[in-house]
Protein backbone atom coordinates (compact mmCIF):
# COMPACT_ATOMS: atom_id res chain seq x y z
CA UNK A 1 0.00 0.00 0.00
CA UNK A 2 1.16 3.09 -0.69
CA UNK A 3 -0.23 6.19 1.46
CA UNK A 4 0.38 9.97 0.95
CA UNK A 5 -0.19 12.83 3.98
CA UNK A 6 1.38 16.18 5.25
CA UNK A 7 4.19 16.27 8.43
CA UNK A 8 5.71 18.44 9.67
CA UNK A 9 9.45 18.88 8.69
CA UNK A 10 10.91 20.94 12.08
CA UNK A 11 11.45 16.88 13.77
CA UNK A 12 13.22 15.44 10.79
CA UNK A 13 15.82 18.35 10.36
CA UNK A 14 16.54 18.20 14.38
CA UNK A 15 17.49 14.56 13.94
CA UNK A 16 19.45 14.92 11.01
CA UNK A 17 22.64 14.69 13.17
CA UNK A 18 21.54 11.14 14.74
CA UNK A 19 20.15 10.25 10.63
CA UNK A 20 24.12 10.42 10.05
CA UNK A 21 25.36 8.84 12.96
CA UNK A 22 23.27 5.80 12.71
CA UNK A 23 23.34 5.79 8.50
CA UNK A 24 19.21 5.54 8.59
CA UNK A 25 16.08 7.24 9.03
CA UNK A 26 14.17 5.00 10.54
CA UNK A 27 10.19 5.64 9.91
CA UNK A 28 6.96 3.51 10.58
CA UNK A 29 6.38 3.52 6.07
CA UNK A 30 8.12 1.70 3.26
CA UNK A 31 6.56 2.93 0.13
CA UNK A 32 4.96 6.29 1.22
CA UNK A 33 4.68 9.95 0.26
CA UNK A 34 5.31 12.60 2.37
CA UNK A 35 4.33 16.16 2.09
CA UNK A 36 6.43 18.44 4.26
CA UNK A 37 5.25 21.68 5.64
CA UNK A 38 7.45 23.76 8.37
CA UNK A 39 5.58 25.07 11.70
CA UNK A 40 7.01 28.74 10.76
CA UNK A 41 5.15 28.32 7.29
CA UNK A 42 1.64 27.19 9.11
CA UNK A 43 2.09 30.02 11.63
CA UNK A 44 2.49 32.59 8.95
CA UNK A 45 -0.27 30.96 6.95
CA UNK A 46 -2.47 30.59 10.16
CA UNK A 47 -1.76 34.53 10.91
CA UNK A 48 -2.68 35.79 7.38
CA UNK A 49 -5.77 33.72 7.67
CA UNK A 50 -7.03 35.13 10.99
CA UNK A 51 -5.81 38.63 10.51
CA UNK A 52 -6.73 38.94 6.91
CA UNK A 53 -10.55 39.90 5.42
CA UNK A 54 -12.28 37.40 2.82
CA UNK A 55 -11.28 34.01 4.56
CA UNK A 56 -14.86 33.30 6.20
CA UNK A 57 -15.73 29.92 4.38
CA UNK A 58 -12.58 29.42 2.61
CA UNK A 59 -10.87 26.28 2.25
CA UNK A 60 -7.15 25.96 2.01
CA UNK A 61 -4.82 22.95 1.96
CA UNK A 62 -1.86 23.71 4.24
CA UNK A 63 1.14 21.58 2.28
CA UNK A 64 3.22 21.44 -0.02
CA UNK A 65 1.94 20.75 -3.55
CA UNK A 66 4.72 17.97 -4.37
CA UNK A 67 5.18 15.00 -2.16
CA UNK A 68 8.56 13.61 -1.72
CA UNK A 69 9.13 9.17 -1.26
CA UNK A 70 10.75 8.21 1.20
CA UNK A 71 13.91 7.38 -0.96
CA UNK A 72 13.85 10.68 -1.94
CA UNK A 73 13.81 12.19 1.41
CA UNK A 74 17.28 10.03 2.22
CA UNK A 75 18.71 11.28 -0.94
CA UNK A 76 17.69 15.20 0.07
CA UNK A 77 19.42 14.24 3.55
CA UNK A 78 22.38 12.33 1.82
CA UNK A 79 22.76 15.35 -0.42
CA UNK A 80 22.49 18.39 1.83
CA UNK A 81 24.85 16.34 4.86
CA UNK A 82 27.17 14.60 2.38
CA UNK A 83 26.67 11.82 3.89
CA UNK A 84 24.44 8.76 2.87
CA UNK A 85 21.61 7.64 4.89
CA UNK A 86 18.60 4.91 4.07
CA UNK A 87 14.93 4.66 4.83
CA UNK A 88 14.35 1.85 6.89
CA UNK A 89 10.93 0.53 8.03
CA UNK A 90 10.22 0.49 11.49
CA UNK A 91 6.99 -0.79 13.38
CA UNK A 92 5.32 0.39 16.75
CA UNK A 93 6.01 -3.10 18.02
CA UNK A 94 10.20 -2.09 17.32
Do not use: N
Request: aromatic fraction near 10%.
Amino acid sequence: MITRGGLYLDPVADWIPDLIRIGKLPYPVRHGWVSYISRDDLARAFAAIFTGDGHLERLYKLMRSRAVSMEGLDAAVSRSMGAEIFSEAVSEDG
